[in-house]
T-cell receptor, first 112, second 111 residues
Framework: NAGVTQTPKFQVLKTGQSMTLQCAQD?????MYWYRQDPGMGLRLIYY???????DKGEVPNGYNVSRLNKREFSLRLESAAPSQTSVYFC???????????FGSGTRLTVV | LAKTTQPISMDSYEGQEVNITCSHN???????ITWYQQFPSQGPRFIIQ???TKVTNEVASLFIPADRKSSTLSLPRVSLSDTAVYYC????????????FGQGTELSVKP
């Protein structure tokens, strides 16, 4: 099925550990995004990539790095996880004006 | 980026029409108004988008007055499965555009 695929779906980390969240889309979209959603809150933009080879900071970039590996893949890295980064992370791609964003199913990350 | 204001929560009953209004006083000329729906434990899903007047699709209608400082999402004859959070976003929704989500409106549909 066409869409946005995120891995892993669940992850528990200890404080200070590092990990990379993977995201891939097969819709040939140029733009990709990473959001986080804390309980009872809306989504906050972490980083985005308007096109292959470019990345820009969003609202809450501190503690994260991203890599736009190619047109399909956009990864999010936590170098030294902190409990404040416990959240659900959503990746999205943008199909343009008439289609909006397509979101993945999310990665639920817990940092203990 | 234009800031949006919408009610935090709304209650309705099955079969009723639900109207959720969003205020966006600082909307720019190039901005579109887009609404997303999010079910628990899922990513948001695009519902509808418009620039001015009225847009209708198989899911909802979007009403935008001439001054574009507000918009209303209309859900006809809601069912229990419409219980979700609804987000109003304003921005340039082309590829490369950056959309900022607000708090959203939590709609609860009761039997």
């Amino acid at each position: 099925n066409a869409g946005v695929t995120q891995t892993p779906k669940f992850q528990v980390l200890k404080t200070g550990q590092s990990m990379t969240l993977q995201c891939a889309q097969d819709m040939n979209h140029n733009s990709m995004y990473w959001y986080r959603q804390d309980p009872g809150m809306g989504l906050r933009l972490i980083y985005y990539s308007a096109s292959e080879g470019t990345t820009d900071k969003g609202e809450v970039p501190n503690g994260y790095n991203v890599s736009r590996l190619n047109k399909r893949e956009f990864s999010l890295r936590l170098e030294s996880a902190a409990p404040s980064q416990t959240s659900v992370y959503f990746c999205a791609s943008n199909g343009g004006a008439y289609y909006g964003y397509t979101f993945g199913s999310g990665t639920r990350l817990t940092v203990v | 980026l234009a800031k949006t204001t919408q009610p935090i929560s709304m209650d309705s009953y099955e079969g009723q029409e639900v109207n959720i209004t969003c205020s966006h006083n600082n909307i720019a000329t190039n901005d579109y108004i887009t609404w997303y729906q999010q079910f628990p434990s899922q990513g948001p899903r695009f519902i509808i988008q418009g620039y001015k007047t009225k847009v209708t699709n198989e899911v909802a209608s979007l009403f935008i007055p001439a001054d574009r400082k507000s918009s209303t999402l209309s859900l006809p004859r809601v069912s229990l499965s419409d219980t979700a959070v609804y987000y109003c976003l304003v921005g340039v929704n082309n590829q490369g555009g950056k959309l900022i989500f607000g708090q959203g409106t939590e709609l609860s549909v009761k039997p």
